[in-house]
């Protein structure tokens, strides 16, 4: 034994024999995935140090004793070294730096042995090594700009003098998973094979170096010189994709241009000054916010996901399951069922809206076919897990009920009671509703234990949230079996207690009467539309508004109205109530506070519509002249207070969940961090004082509750971890 850890071994030989060649296996303890924390970077310095003291060798294998190769670097660290300040990032990353350039420097060749995953540093370990083999089933890929960073352990450096600059800029700015194919065909593996001849490809590859026949030192000089392009090249490759990428990123979302610029900047640079360029770069834009609240997005998403595991782990097995409603809607999840595995009823009373949810499931899966997601074979086998049915026939086997019809209490009632007296004792019943009480919905139901809410939003393909409702007499057993289908359809389900709206839309609706109070006093709704998009929401409130469509949004706020009279009960009519009154129902019958037209692709475009604006005068009784500083306060303070309410009335039981949940829900933007972290950012101190300001004009909907100015006083925070400024 060369050298032994707690994350990492290195011995001499191999199972394929050769005690020549030295194996260093990542294998971190207690842990069923290999993650690259400071702990296991120093453990790392240490083996390559025992490596290079080590007489005799020819040649090094680097693999991994679990399922993945090595998943990235601990992203719970980060949050607290990014606290440090950049020169002390600049100074761990050199650090780093040092230590897989020994790797590289090494007296022999040298590969890597990539069985699975082989993300973020994990790839940056593999690019330090001479060659690379890799599993079949392996993915590789630098996703550091999703979390706001950029590769700084070697990958701007390394990467696009192995695969070229074009192809470097595609990985990185994009952020891609990527197959062992594409990894093969770009350059950045040297051959794919089964995972059971990976260490035998390997050693071939090193005895085929010591023999001449690869040259492992030419691919050194090409790693750790100039990147080979002349200077017209360079403007051509690199100004080219900033303009491309920029145009895909948006203003919010400065990490993919910056890690186009630390390519360019180092392209013309010896190793050592181009890593110098990259590890300045990673510690500037991990003193922004929009780094921290990414990393906090990732660290909250893992909560969420550690929650649900804990309720799959006590679910029984959901291997068949029946949606009640066609349409448009019951398609939709049929089809997310049937896409993932689970074989799925679809009944309805009606032969032709079994037809429309045959439709919607059928254009679903040939979109996946058109993307070369699935073959027609794949979209033939996967279309035959959708049973459609008028009776309730096979309803004896059903595990889970997905109930959809249309959002009328006395309606989902009857169906609801109905199916009961049809399944069997243990089966599972959830409604999919936005906004009736689970409570209320069980009242008549003999086994009230066995039913909860599942809350999909629309469109359910898109949508990754899953709202799973718990009402007053829903056990357990309900709530783990629902959480682990939607799991199992690829879904994000979040836990939250009864009330109206749940969480999601309860939190909705007072930002939608921020939005009707600017209206009233005069503001320009397409005004208030770029004010919100700039800001970072994918769609402003009156597009969103034609978006849900007006019937909907009507609907919703008498339920929010009738549940939270204080702040949600409105005495004079709103621009919402006119459009729907004059039948503008938005995209559903293209038009609402905008008009629809088809593009050339056929979806629905937006353009402007005086009669829209006709209409709303009708609701304004000032005319005001408002900043777009005013327009966010107003629009975004009754929604963050309402979250805060959420999790002091334990709709929701954390921080992370009732965060993620916006993001996943309504397209919160992702780069603030939810509307809790948003509190945070601000400074819980100055958020009560600015609604507080405007809950003296504009009453209960902007007042903060009696626990937020106490947390404003004592100094406290969401989330514990501060963000710098």
Partial sequence: MIYQGNAITVARGTKNGGDDVAMLTFDLQGESINKLSSAVVAELDEAVQAIRAESGLKGLVIGSAKDAFIVGADITEFQTMFGKGSEFLESMLMKVHDIFNAIEDLPFPTVTAINGLALGGGCEVTLTTDFRVMGDKAKIGLPETKLGILPGWGGCVRLPRMIGSDNAVEWIAGGTENRADAALKVGAVDAVVPNDQLEAAALDMIARANAGELDYQARRAEKTGPLKLNAIEQMMAFETAKGFVAGKAGPHYPAPIEAIKVIQKGAGEERTRAQAIEAKAFAKLAMTDVAFNLVGLFMNDQVVKKKAGKFEKQARAVKQTAVLGAGIMGGGIAYQSASKGTPILMKDIKEEAIELGLKESRKLFAKQVERNKLTTEQMAEKLTLIRPTLSYGDFGHVDLVVEAVVENPKVKDAVLTEVEGLVGEDTILTSNTSTISITRLAQN??????????????????????????????????????????????????????????????????????????????????????????????????????????????????????????????????????????????????????????????????????????????????????????????????????????????????????????????????????ALRYIDAMGVAEFVKLAEGLAEELGPLYAPTDKLRKMAEAGERFYSTQAQS
């Fill in 445 to 674: 139901l003999k086994r009230p234990e066995n039913f909860c809410g599942m809350h999909f939003f629309n469109p359910v393909h898109r949508m990754p949230l899953v709202e799973v409702i718990r009402g007053e007499k829903t056990g357990d057993a309900a709530v783990a079996a629902t959480v682990a289908y939607a799991r199992a359809m690829g879904k994000t389900p979040i836990v939250v207690n009864d009330c109206p709206g749940f969480l999601v839309n309860r939190v909705l609706f007072p930002y939608f009467g921020g939005f009707s109070l600017l209206v009233e006093q005069g503001a320009d709704f397409q005004r208030v539309d770029k004010v919100m998009e700039k800001f970072g929401w994918p769609m402003g409130p009156a597009y969103l508004l034609d978006v849900v469509g007006m019937d909907t949004a009507v609907h919703a706020n008498e339920v929010m109205a009738e549940g939270f009279p204080d702040r949600m009960a409105r005495d004079s009519k709103t621009a919402i109530q006119v459009m729907y009154e004059n039948e503008r129902l938005g995209q559903k019958n293209d038009k609402g506070f905008y008009a629809y037209e088809e593009d050339r692709k056929g979806k629905p475009k937006k353009v402007s519509d005086d009669k829209a604006y006709e209409l709303v005068k009708q609701v304004v009784v000032s005319e005001k002249e408002f900043s777009d500083e005013d327009i966010i306060a107003r629009m975004m303070v009754p929604l963050c207070l309402e979250t805060v309410r959420c999790l002091e009335d334990n709709i929701v039981e954390t921080p992370a969940e009732a965060d993620m949940a916006l993001i996943y829900g309504v397209g919160f933007p992702p780069f603030r961090g939810g």
